[in-house]
């Protein structure tokens, strides 16, 4: 032994390396995999290491601050600066090219609204519920006011960790708004104080029987066991993949996840793509008309945009039947999604503009604007889109990713693999270990509460008390030069129809407020 040790010694340290990166230059001759390897021994690791790193390189190093999609650096560091009640300010003025196509303009009074003394606005800036009360014209038991403009959009307990899900709902309990469970069912991290919204995707996942088809029995027991579910949300797509479904491997299914879905363990579990419990505009109708007899709750409809015949149906059918959904959540196809196909989420469905406009230019041809109350996403959650989507007709905001960046996400945008690093969208216990519901929530609440305030602030500025009173005059969209800006009733041809709104007291004085208890 010692002789082997003893003539191991005798070699020059330098020898060492070149060892090892010959060891190294035959494996990657011999390999087949890789043709780079092969072609370039030991210098062809780079290419692979540095394609590895090069999204953070760029991130982080090359990038400028208004480059990188879907958030640029700029809109993150306002929503971080926001949620940890740090300086959220910018210096020296605007770092866009304010004449680029498509750049938008919200035009100010020339003399700023003057509040009185008693407003309730000088006590407290963070409070804004909805013009609308969901609900209430079509004489639901339960008509619900959300309590604020600004919501949490469907994410589910699988997709995010259940660290993440107690995070944000501890947040809505603090900030007064809803928290839309996503498609994945129920779960106690869905339970922690804030209002719900149920999700319910085609795999009725907490609601279903052993072969996937929708029980009303659960619903019914799951809304009255559980009050602070205030409406259903019948999911037809989301902007991200619309019309695709997917599938739960057996590998991620915990006996948590099974339970809180109703599935089986050790199996793979379908979510198809299309719904079971209809098949048409006139049985959806139907289905959302027998679950909100049953359970008393507003229901209505989330979807992405495409062809327009069936939205047309739908706007028929219901001034025709006096029935039909609460809302409508229109979904942009730039939202996001925990996983989908590249080519799902970047082509398939209209971007959010284009898809409400089109969706609510029907629904005023039908005189339905009054029954109906319009929820926007993608991409809405930073002060100046959420103004631009009340111009256009939205009353309610649901953001999902920006609320995730409040709550530590970085944008790594590996959701569909398990390995998030900051344990937001991730079932890899040591990786959702870092995450502290008390402070994340405190986190989201600062987020939320700046975000509600610069809207205020932006309708003062504006002349307004309420975001609702925006008009399509009031924001113009530049066409790519500066004499040919138009305001967005030119550019998307419709004027909004006015919301019923007789001041702010009357909204936070309303017996439906928040559900009504
Ligand atoms: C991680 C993740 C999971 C999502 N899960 C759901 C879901 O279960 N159901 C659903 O309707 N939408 C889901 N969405 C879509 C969002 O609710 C939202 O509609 C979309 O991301 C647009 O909003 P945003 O631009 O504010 O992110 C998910 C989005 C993300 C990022």
Redesign the pocket.
Known sequence: MNTIFDFLGQIPWWCWPIAFLLIIAIRDITQKKHTIKHNFPVVGHLRYWIETIGPEFRQYIVANNREEL?FNRRQRSWIYASSKRENNFQGFGTDQDVNGAGYIFIKPALLTKRLPKDHPYRENPYVLPAAKVIGLPHNRRKPYRPKQVINI????FG??SARAIESLNKGAAKFGCYH?????GFSPYHNKGGDVVL?I?TAYFGIRDDDGNFVMQKLVDLTKSNPSIRML?L?LS???KPGKGGVLPASKITQEIADIRHIPLGKDVISPAAHSAFSNIPEMIDFIESMADATGLPVGI?AAVGKLEMWEELAELMVKTGKGPDFI?I??G?????AAPPSFADHVSLPWVYAFSSVYKIFKKYNLTHRVTFIG?????LPAQAIMAFSMGVDVI???????ISIGCIQAQV?HNNRCPTGI?TQNKWLQAGVDPTLKSERFYNYAKTLTKEVLEISIACGYEHPSQFTMDDVDVAMGDNNHTRPLRIAYEYEKVPVAYDGINKLVNCAHLGGGN
């Open positions: 879907p959009s469907g994410m589910s997709s995010l839309n469970t996503g498609e994945g999700n995707g949300e999911k989301q902007g991200a989330k959540a979904d942009g730039e939202g996001g999604t925990g996403s993608g991409k809405l959650g649901n953001i999902a990713r920006e609320a995730m959701c969208a």
